[in-house]
């Protein structure tokens, strides 16, 4: 079983979040990232081996475009350890992240429509 999957406590070798993380809480960048940030891999060729399971695993699924939260789902990982990942990984150009614009503070409909939607179709 990978270290991202399955029941909490059911896999001895499980890596804690924070050792995920280096023991960080927030991402290196500028500020943390939206939950409905949209998440793309940057290139079609295989990871570099450098990467941990879960920033591979992070590249494999967002060769389609994911939020932040759909990513944290479907890796079974928290919120928390995902943006700083992706955060990490943004900051190596191994992936984009497509911020929304916000409104007066407010998230877009139709871009949180879209999250929805993936998140019920997974």
Known sequence: ???FGGQPGSDPRRVRPYAMTGGRTRPTGDAALEIEALVSTTST???PPKLTV???AI???CRDLLSIAEVSARL???LGVVRILVGDMADEQLVVVHRPVHAADRPDLALLQR???GLRTS
Request: aromatic share 0%; charged share 10%.
């Open 54 to 56: 879960e920033q591979r």
């Open 115 to 117: 999250v929805l939607h």
């Open 59 to 61: 590249i494999t699924l």
């Open 1 to 3: 079983m990978s270290s």
């Open 76 to 78: 079974h990982l928290p």
């Open 45 to 47: 060729a295989a990871p």
